[in-house]
């Protein structure tokens, strides 16, 4: 019995990120326009500050202005408001972007809520979630819009395929269900309730795994070679005292019945940046659109 093939998100990121840099300078030099991206930081949560600085460099390498604000954790609510409507209103910021989780006294749903909705390149305000339900053109969330660009690059074209979608997060289970069925796929969403969870996700053609569980759907469940998108990013500890950073879905097991599967890590990660990096380039160009 063959393997599933590999894809490789990190491979895919990087050509995705060239183009973007390649479009970037053309911007530049045609129009005067280089985009610009800010990144908040509240806290010094160590996970969270290693992703904003491997944003700086992504954005950088670009070709684009990276802007960083990182505020102690006891910055209060109205101060990080204060600093959002000064980004709103800063012409050399096309992108904002507040990194979660925040601290306990603020309130992360306002905080979102007043990005401006053609700057929030995270796609998470309600405005453009409103335009992706809607068929308008908006900015989408990175990690979907990494999950479809992948899927693609397996199966091509998704039209009439069945998508099962395991999870139903406002972040990735929702949104990415709404893309798909933009692709013309029939979507079920699916998640930890589903009654014979099993039973729906071997219906699958495309799975998206995007349930928060670390190994969480069997080799058993999945259809002969389906398309797997793995979200799921989860460190579980080994016997040995080390942990291992594994997906949703039983990586091994899959491997041996799926047609094409996404690693972890390697896989859906690294397309996150790309696609940020591609939301900023978007909005800089509404500028002269």
């Known amino acids: 019995m063959t393997q599933a093939q590999l894809i490789d998100g990190k491979a895919i990121a990087l050509e995705l990120r060239k183009k973007v840099g390649e479009e970037t300078h053309a911007l530049h030099k045609q129009h005067g326009i280089k985009p610009g991206l800010a990144v908040v930081l509240v806290g010094e949560d160590p996970a969270s500050s ?16 990276s802007f960083t604000h990182q505020l102690p954790a006891d910055t209060s609510e109205q101060d990080l408001l204060q600093l959002v ?14 990194q979660l989780p925040l601290p306990e006294q603020i309130n ?9 909705p053609d700057k929030d390149v995270d796609g998470f305000h309600p405005i453009n979630a409103g335009r992706l339900m809607t068929g308008q053109p908006g900015h989408v969330p990175c ?16 039209a009439g395929l069945e998508a099962v979608v ?3 997060s406002n972040i990735v289970g929702k949104p990415v269900a709404q893309l798909l069925l933009n692709e013309n796929c ?6 930890s309730r589903t009654k014979d969870l099993a039973s ?6 495309l799975l998206i795994a995007a349930v928060g569980l670390p190994q969480f759907i069997r080799g058993d469940w999945i259809k002969p070679g389906a398309c797997i998108i793995d979200v799921g990013i989860n460190r579980i500890d080994l016997e040995d005292g080390k942990t291992k950073l594994v997906g949703d879905v039983a990586f091994e097991e899959a491997l041996a019945v799926a047609g094409s599967i996404t690693p972890v890590p390697g896989g859906v ?6 696609m940020l990096l591609s939301n900023t380039l978007d909005a800089a160009r509404r500028l002269i659109s």
């Open 50 to 65: 290693v992703y904003v600085r491997n944003k700086g460099i992504a954005t950088k390498k670009a070709g684009m202005a």
């Open 166 to 168: 395991v999870g139903r």
């Open 143 to 158: 990690t979907p819009k990494g999950c479809v660009v992948l899927a693609k690059s397996a199966l091509k074209d998704l």
């Open 108 to 116: 992360s749903d306002k905080v979102l809520q007043a990005i401006d």
């Open 269 to 274: 990660g690294p397309m996150t940046i790309a």
């Open 186 to 191: 029939t979507v079920t969403i699916a998640h």
């Open 85 to 98: 409507s000064q980004l709103n209103q800063d012409t050399s910021v096309h992108g904002i972007l507040v």
């Open 200 to 205: 729906v996700v071997r219906r699958a053609d």
